[in-house]
C-alpha cells in the first residue's frame, strides 16, 4: 500500500507570500495520477491539481504542481486570503483504489 | 455538470448500521464511477471504496472489507453506501465523490454520521 506523507503538517505564513507544499510517497506514483485539493471547514474538498500539474476548471494560474515518481510539491506563488486552508495530495492506484495524504495546513501568520 | 446530493444527518448506535444515499444530477451513475471517502472530526480524508471501471467491479478499502456495501439503483441514479457494526471511531462526514482520470472531480456536501450510545 502506498502511504503519501505531507509536509510540513503546518504552514505560517503572509498574504502575498509563496507557499511551498510538500507530498512524498512511499513508493513511485504514476504522475498521471497525483492529484492535490483545497479544504475550507466545513466544506467538501476542492480539486486544485491533476495529473501532478495540470490545474482543475477554474482555479487560478498562482497554483501549480509538479514534480515525479515519489516526490511532488504544490506551489502557491502569492497567497491570496481566501487561499488560507488544508491541502491535501492524493494517489490513484490498484492498490488501493485511492491514497490521500495527511494534509498540510496553511494558516495566517 | 454533475451534481452529489446526499441524504441528512444519522445518530446511530454502537453497533447499528448507517446507509447514505447520493443522488446524482447532471449526469447518469453509470457514465461515472463513484466513490466514498470519510472524514473524522478534525482529522484527514480517509477513502472507503468505489467503482473500478477497468475491472466493473467496486473495491473497498481493506481497512472496511467486511462492514461495507456499496451499491447503485440506476432506475433512480442514486448510490448508496452502508456500514455495519458501528463504533464510535466511525463518526465521521461521508462523501460520495466521483472519480475521473484517478483525481476526485466532484463531491456530495457530506453526511455526517454520529455513533454515540
Known amino acids: 500500500e502506498i502511504v503519501l506523507t505531507q509536509s510540513p503538517g503546518t504552514l505560517s505564513l503572509s498574504p502575498g507570500e509563496r507557499a511551498t507544499l510538500s507530498c512524498r510517497a512511499s513508493q513511485s506514483v504514476s504522475s498521471s495520477y497525483l492529484a492535490w485539493y483545497q479544504q475550507k471547514p466545513g466544506q467538501a474538498p476542492r480539486l486544485l491539481i491533476y495529473?501532478?500539474?495540470s490545474r482543475a476548471t477554474g482555479i487560478p494560474d498562482r497554483f501549480s504542481g509538479s514534480g515525479s515518481g515519489t516526490d511532488f510539491t504544490l506551489t502557491i506563488s502569492r497567497l491570496e486570503p481566501e487561499d488560507f486552508a488544508v491541502y491535501y495530495c492524493?494517489?490513484?492506484?490498484?492498490?488501493?483504489?485511492?491514497?490521500f495524504g495527511g494534509g498540510t495546513k496553511v494558516e495566517i501568520k | 455538470q454533475v451534481q452529489l446530493v446526499q441524504s441528512g444527518a444519522e445518530v446511530k448506535k454502537p453497533g447499528a448500521s448507517v446507509k447514505v444515499s447520493c443522488k446524482v444530477s447532471g449526469y447518469t451513475l453509470t457514465e461515472l464511477s463513484m466513490h466514498w471517502v470519510r472524514q473524522a472530526p478534525g482529522k484527514g480524508l480517509e477513502w472507503m471504496g468505489g467503482?473500478?471501471?477497468?475491472?466493473?467491479?467496486?473495491i473497498y478499502a481493506q481497512k472496511f472489507q467486511g462492514r461495507v456495501t456499496m451499491t447503485e439503483d440506476t432506475s433512480t441514479d442514486t448510490a448508496y453506501m452502508e456500514l455495519s457494526s458501528l463504533r464510535s471511531e466511525d463518526t465521521a462526514v461521508y462523501y460520495c465523490?466521483?472519480?475521473?482520470?484517478?483525481?476526485?472531480?466532484?463531491w456530495g456536501q457530506g453526511t455526517l454520521v454520529t455513533v454515540s450510545s
Open positions: 467503482f473500478d471501471p477497468e475491472d466493473g467491479e467496486t
Open positions: 465523490a466521483t472519480v475521473l482520470g484517478g483525481a476526485v472531480d466532484y
Open positions: 495529473g501532478a500539474s
Open positions: 492524493q494517489q490513484y492506484g490498484s492498490s488501493p483504489g485511492l491514497t
